[in-house]
């Protein structure tokens, strides 16, 4: 065999590798991107923080047992009363609604899309289902309340024109995407050996779907629904402009109420001076909505870990 | 006909004591999935009603005057001019913030990390920040870029609005560049570091180009996000009345949807229809980006 002498000054000239240089490079990008990658526990602890400090300002100034026990929510009255379970039941009521719409609906989606439609069925109605998830909320607010609103007001007489129930129903058309297709993901991950199972044994599509398949891919389908509930829950355009900016305590649909996100941009379209008791208002009702949240989101978490099957 | 051996059907099926019944469950089969067919339907009719309500409403105003006109308190003169530029002012401070942020977090989380306990901190925090609601973005803004860092980036500003939305969308562009290097095959990385090419050099000459169309499709989804986000910016101060273009990032703003809410938010029935011809504005926007993330998408897909 013909060997290189690769110790000959040509061969050596040729081949320079700069080791030190590209160590230095690689540590260098590693740093920055690293940085980068921690900005985003940056966020949660900004966050977090901005929220504690507002919300222990706020209870300096209002005790906490009053804002859990007034029945009224008047911030910016001279008599102020903070009952946020106000806010708190008028966010329960629209994504109450939203979800009823939601989940029945998207799981059917999911259900057709991923076991009945053909894959040219399938290939034209993704992407109008992505397009409905992508319709900004503004857009579903104003078809709540210039739309869906006087088209129920020809069939419940007593419906106002902000109420709870049009807010709540797009609401729900609008998280739907998110149910269909997380829970389509779930219920594609489903082994076709169980199905196949299910099959042999002489089951129909229906009852393998609602009696194996379903189940099977149940930890995934309800963490599709919990993220939709938290989506509806935060979820602030339509609601602000379809169900009204009336502080009410109560569970009527017909009426109009004010969630939690409708009262922070209530507050936030105003002149709201930093350090004032309605800037540290909105970051109480932040901070309590971002524990119901955070709250769903453990709750998914664990129920995922505790629920789900693996298979392979 | 008495069922000597129960599981044996007869000629007609029906008399055996394993009685299958199938007309009755196959009707209830197609039963099923004319429900599920329904739900698809109910879906795709209320886009097609919003669409239709949107357009018959907006199409009227919608024209040239529209697009280069300022606000105004007559509705038959109010243009939308301000909050475009002010959307298209975001969307490029949003893009040079949130791109190489996400792209860099991802790279790092997928190429560089190994499994420690920063990475997974990492990871769980980054699935916690998609279930956090826009509007408490919009409380972080408020707090950190207007009050704390108010001389810097002049309050409620362009660059307050865009830094706000570019860490709202941060978890997105990471997701996403993160499944795009995923989908990169490991024989390349291998081959290249059996040529004695460090990490980096691997993730530069090899791994983005492979990647580089999955990345940008899920940064243009995450900028579509930003193009409809109006709750954060509202929270942080974006105002709902301007008849001046931005001037700078440090110039007061807003944005499409923000004036959409506001003409939505007026009791005049004139208002309600420029809201509906600023909505076929944004949606015109948002579609073009969608497209031409999919048409990415499709590049995407065929190369791999």
Known sequence: MPSVDLSSPKVSEMWKPNRRASRISQTIVKFITGLFAFVSVMTTIGIILTLIFETIAFFEEVSIFHFLTDTKWTPLFSSAQFGIFVLISATVLTSGIAILVAMPLGLMIAICLSEYASPRARSILKPMLEVLAGVPSVVFGYFALLFVTPLLQKFIPGLQGFNALSAGLVLGIMITPIVASLSEDAIFAVPRSLKDGSYALGATKRETILSIVLPAALSGIVSAVILAISRAIGETMTVTLAAGQNPRLGLNPLVPVMTMTAFIVQVSLGDTPAGSLAYKTIYAVGMTLFLITLGLNVFSFWFVRRFREKYE | ?304
């Open chain 2, 1 to 304: 006909m008495t069922p000597q051996n129960p599981i044996s059907l007869d000629a007609q099926g029906r008399e055996s004591r394993f009685d299958a019944n199938l007309d009755r469950r196959y009707l209830f089969d197609k039963i099923f999935v004319s429900l599920t067919w329904v739900a698809i339907a109910i879906a795709i009719a209320v886009l097609a009603a919003l669409l239709f309500d949107v357009l018959t409403d907006g199409l009227a105003m919608f024209d040239w005057q529209f697009i280069t006109s300022f606000p105004s308190r007559k509705p038959e003169r109010a243009g939308i001019l301000s909050a475009l530029a002010g959307s298209v002012w975001l969307l490029g401070l949003v893009a040079l913030f949130a791109f190489p942020l996400g792209v860099g977090a991802g790279i790092y989380l997928e190429e560089f990390s190994t499994d420690n306990w920063f990475t997974r901190l990492i990871e769980i925090n980054i699935n916690n920040l998609a279930g956090v609601p826009s509007i408490i973005y919009g409380l972080l803004g408020l707090q950190v870029f207007v009050r704390w860092l108010g001389p810097i980036t002049g309050g409620r500003s362009l660059l307050t609005g865009s830094l706000t939305i570019s860490l709202l969308i941060l978890p997105i562009i990471i997701v996403a560049t993160r499944e795009a290097l995923r989908a990169v095959p490991d024989s390349i990385r291998l081959a290249g570091y059996a040529l004695g090419a460090t990490r980096w050099q691997v993730v530069r000459t090899h791994v983005l180009p492979n990647a580089i169309a999955g990345i940008l499709t899920g940064a243009i989804l995450g900028l579509s996000r930003a193009i409809g986000e109006t709750a954060a910016l509202i929270t942080i101060g974006a105002l709902t009345f301007i008849s001046f273009l931005p001037e700078g990032p440090q110039s007061p703003f807003t944005v499409l949807p923000i004036q959409v809410f506001n003409w939505v938010g007026r009791p005049q029935k004139e208002f309600h229809d420029i809201a509906a011809s600023g909505i076929i504005l944004l949606m015109i926007v948002l579609l073009t980006m969608n497209s031409v993330a999919i048409i990415l998408r499709n590049k995407f897909q065929r190369r791999i």
